[in-house]
């Protein structure tokens, strides 16, 4: 039983043996299954790892790669605060966009329309010689020297001098009449675009209201150009202005030289006796009122006074250097409303002349007409740059107006909708027809507001009142402002209406008789609306700070 217990316990041991060996490799085998399970795991983290590397490496150029909505956004043009000193502009910027604004599109208009108007030739030379003095004077010694002290748009110094109310509606009335303005001139660069095209532009004056289809979608795309480069801001106009600017004058110059034979013109000899008989004459043409020198003298002056005593261009000159830089304004003033006037009228003369002369009964001289009549294909892409030049600043102001009547809408999107605007406007004949009377109205009615900056900044410190009252007392409507505004234009609109329409002339039996035999022209109501309006704000200004005065130490 022994050798059966040995044999047995020998067995129990080799099984033992064979069962720790079977266990140990059992061990050894699930330690390298476990090793090569680790190593996978560590492959398939690291696997993972550089997945997610190159999916990050893959994601960083996406964010770089920013939207065109970020890209949009960051065109930050100083909207609601002071420019910053880095961005402050010299002379050459200030002289492009002068000479580039205002030798434009309207040029070829308003020369045009003071032919018509039958001012005489020595209304034209000496009365656009002094208008355009004293606009070149306004812009040098009220508009700039406020705009680089204080850097801000207008529509935030008004927002401090007449509460959030007024702004808002001056803003927004404002932003609508630009709207007009620039649509204007894309319907003068459309006008240099159809004529090559064979498409005809409508003549309002011979009853088409309407212009064709064709004619529409070239002034979408044109307009559509203009809204574009507005959006990018203001260095991007300036550097467009740098550009085109310069060969303009030469332009106008050689077209109005070139068609001055037409007329009969020989030499200097006999030059003012042709200017007299057959180009600014003295008789209007049929339906339009007769101008002369004291009108040619307001056009130059008016034509831009919401930009220079009503303050408009602080938003442009908030970025010069120098208060001295208003003086760019000559640039603009005697080559674009001196030299480019005069020259368009001889454009228009030769032009009518030339047409009467083939037996058509009623030219149409449009800005596209006249400059191919006297410049050829240089005249057409003269017309076509010199309404966008115009157009492109315009639109600007406009998008600024725009965005303080809707603060949460960002820049770009609020000049893209003022874009959709001039568009529309540029498809209406009649704005081009009536461009004086607009320029007229939009100066006299926006002009008040801007002279209160002025009041506001010089003369109120001396008269010991308080600047920016309505924003240190946080008046949401400063009525000093509102009587100010309203009564100037409401007086100066009355005394002009009464002998112009009918249903007002009942105003001359209540007036007294020195009054009642005023009849003014619009232009000459300049320098009456701007003296009424800053009378009535600093009076009344005078009448609400003594009754409800600020402290000293709540005083700017």
Not at 136 to 151: D, H, M, Q, T
Request: with cysteine; proline share 5%.
């Amino acid at each position: 039983m022994e050798g059966i217990g040995v044999f047995f316990s020998a067995d129990i041991c080799r099984q033992d043996r064979q069962a720790a060996l079977t266990k140990r490799n059992a061990c050894i085998e699930s330690a390298a299954a476990q090793r090569q399970s680790e190593q996978s795991d560590t492959d398939m983290v690291q696997a993972d790892m550089s997945t997610k590397t190159q999916s990050t490496s893959a994601s960083v150029p996406s964010k770089v790669k920013s939207t065109l909505i970020e890209r949009l956004d960051a065109l930050y043009e100083y909207d609601r605060e002071p420019v910053h000193e880095s961005k402050l502009q010299g002379w050459r910027t200030f002289i492009a966009m002068f000479s580039s604004e205002h030798i434009a599109g309207t040029e070829f208009v308003l020369g045009t329309l003071l032919v018509m108007h039958g001012v005489r030739a020595v209304d034209v030379f000496g009365g656009l010689a002094l208008g355009n003095l004293l606009a070149v004077l306004s812009w040098a010694f009220i508009c700039a020297p406020i705009a680089v002290k204080e850097r801000l748009t207008i529509y935030w110094q008004i927002r401090k001098i007449a509460g959030p109310y007024l702004t808002v509606l001056y803003s927004g009335l404002f932003a609508l009449i630009l709207c007009l303005l620039a649509g204007s001139m894309v319907n003068v660069s459309t006008t240099a675009v159809t004529l090559p095209l064979g498409i005809a532009s409508p003549n309002y004056a011979a009853g088409q209201t309407v212009p064709s289809i064709p004619w529409i979608l070239i002034a979408v795309g044109v307009g559509t150009v203009i809204a574009v480069l507005a959006i990018l801001g203001f260095e991007r106009l300036a550097h467009f202005a740098k550009v085109v600017a310069p060969w303009m004058p030469f332009v106008f110059l050689s077209g109005a030289i070139a068609s001055l034979p037409s007329l009969g013109v020989t030499g200097l000899s006999n030059f003012w006796q042709i200017a007299n008989e057959k180009i600014w004459t003295g008789e209007p043409y049929p339906g339009q009122m007769p101008y002369r020198f004291w009108h040619c003298v307001g056009l130059a002056w008016l034509c831009n006074i919401a930009q220079h005593m009503g303050m408009g261009d602080v938003t442009i000159f908030r970025y010069a250097r120098k208060w001295q830089m208003g003086f760019c304004s000559a640039f603009g003033m005697f080559i674009g409303h001196y030299l480019a006037w005069i020259c368009s009228g001889v454009l228009c003369a030769a032009f009518v002349h030339s047409q009467r002369a083939a037996g058509v009964a009623d030219p149409n001289p449009t800005p596209g007409n006249i400059a191919m009549f006297g410049a050829g294909y240089a005249g057409i892409v003269c017309v076509l740059l010199a309404g966008w030049t115009t157009a492109n600043p315009t639109l600007y102001r406009a998008g600024l107006a725009f965005q303080v009547a809707t603060p949460n809408w960002r820049r770009w999107a609020v000049t893209l909708a003022a874009g959709i605007l001039m568009i529309v406007t540029a498809c209406i004949p009649s704005v081009l027809h009536y461009l004086d009377r607009i320029v007229a109205y939009y100066g006299l009615f926006f002009m008040p507001l801007g002279a209160f900056i002025f009041i506001d900044f010089w003369l109120f410190p001396r008269l010991g009142l308080v600047r920016y009252y309505a924003q240190q007392r946080g008046l949401r409507l400063s009525w000093p402002a509102a009587v100010g505004w309203f009564g100037s234009f409401g007086i100066c609109f009355v005394l002009y209406a009464k002998d112009q329409y009918a249903s007002m002339a009942w105003v001359n039996s209540y007036l007294p008789t020195f009054l009642s035999r005023y009849k003014p022209d619009l232009f000459l109501q300049v320098l009456p609306a701007w003296l009424i309006a800053i009378s009535l704000y600093t009076v009344c200004s005078l009448i609400q700070q003594r009754l409800h005065p600020i402290e000293q130490e709540q005083k700017i």
